[in-house]
Nanobody
Framework: QVELQESGPGLVKPSQTLSLTCTVSGDSVTTNYYWSWIRQRPGKGLEWIGMIRYSGEAYYAPSLKSRTAISRDTTKNQFTLQLSSVTPEDTAVYYC?????????WGQGTQVTVSS
C-alpha cells in the first residue's frame, strides 16, 4: 500500500519561503516514477507545481519555476517543496502525489495560508 503524507507549517508570512515535506511509505522515491507537488487555490482547479524524477532531476511549471525548488532525501524517503517569495495568492491546499503517467497515489493535502 503506497501512502504519502504532507507536512509543514500551515501559516507562512508574505515574502517568506513555504517549505513542505512529503513522506512516502510503501514505495521508494528512487523507484521508476515521478513525484509531484500539486495545489488547489480557493475557487480554482488543480495546479501542477512541479515534480522530481526517480533519478533526481526536477521539472517545474513555467509560471512558478522562478520561485520553486523540489528536492528529495533518499535516506528518509521524502521529497520536499520550497516556494519562495510567497504572497496571499499562494494560499492553497498543497498535495504530493506519485506520478505514473497520471497521479495515482495522493497525500491527503495540507492547507497553507499566506498571511501576516
Amino acid at each position: 500500500q503506497v501512502e504519502l503524507q504532507e507536512s509543514g507549517p500551515g501559516l507562512v508570512k508574505p515574502s517568506q519561503t513555504l517549505s513542505l515535506t512529503c513522506t512516502v511509505s510503501g514505495d521508494s522515491v528512487t523507484t521508476n516514477y515521478y513525484w509531484s507537488w500539486i495545489r488547489q487555490r480557493p475557487g480554482k482547479g488543480l495546479e501542477w507545481i512541479g515534480m522530481i524524477r526517480y533519478s533526481g532531476e526536477a521539472y517545474y511549471a513555467p509560471s512558478l519555476k522562478s520561485r520553486t525548488a523540489i528536492s528529495r532525501d533518499t535516506t528518509k524517503n521524502q521529497f520536499t517543496l520550497q516556494l519562495s517569495s510567497v504572497t496571499p495568492e499562494d494560499t492553497a491546499v498543497y498535495y504530493c502525489a506519485r506520478t505514473n503517467g497520471y497521479w495515482d497515489y495522493w497525500g491527503q493535502g495540507t492547507q497553507v495560508t499566506v498571511s501576516s
